[in-house]
């Protein structure tokens, strides 16, 4: 009942889509990052909007989430010829 409960816990807190794009493995690993991504963003403009973090704080937050996202895309050539 515990684990039942847990797995329910944890699909509400993150919940995952599923991918209807080309399949492809750098698509579904890009799939899973954005996801990752937009479900960090809300959090952290939760607890800005609540006044739990600073704007400043949220800003830097994002931008560094931003650029693990654009490192993934470069690195998985996701929007590039080469990928193909």
Same mark, same amino acid.
Do not use: H, W
């Given at each position: 009942?515990?684990?039942?409960?847990?797995?329910?816990?944890?699909?509400?807190?993150?919940?995952?889509?599923?991918?209807?794009?080309?399949?492809? &493995? %750098?698509? @579904?690993?890009?799939?899973?990052?954005?996801?990752?991504? #937009?479900?960090? =963003?809300?959090?952290?403009?939760?607890?800005?909007?609540?006044?739990?973090?600073?704007?400043?704080?949220?800003?830097?937050? &994002? %931008?560094? @989430?931003?650029?693990?996202?654009?490192?993934?895309?470069? #690195?998985?050539? =996701?929007?590039?010829?080469?990928?193909?």
């Amino acid at each position: 009942m515990v684990e039942s409960n847990k797995e329910d816990q944890d699909s509400f807190l993150s919940p995952c889509s599923r991918y209807y794009g080309e399949f492809r &493995i %750098e698509n @579904l690993i890009f799939n899973a990052n954005l996801q990752e991504f #937009t479900q960090k =963003i809300n959090y952290i403009t939760s607890l800005e909007i609540a006044g739990k973090v600073t704007l400043e704080k949220a800003y830097k937050q &994002i %931008e560094a @989430l931003y650029k693990q996202l654009d490192k993934s895309k470069n #690195t998985l050539n =996701i929007g590039t010829n080469k990928g193909i």
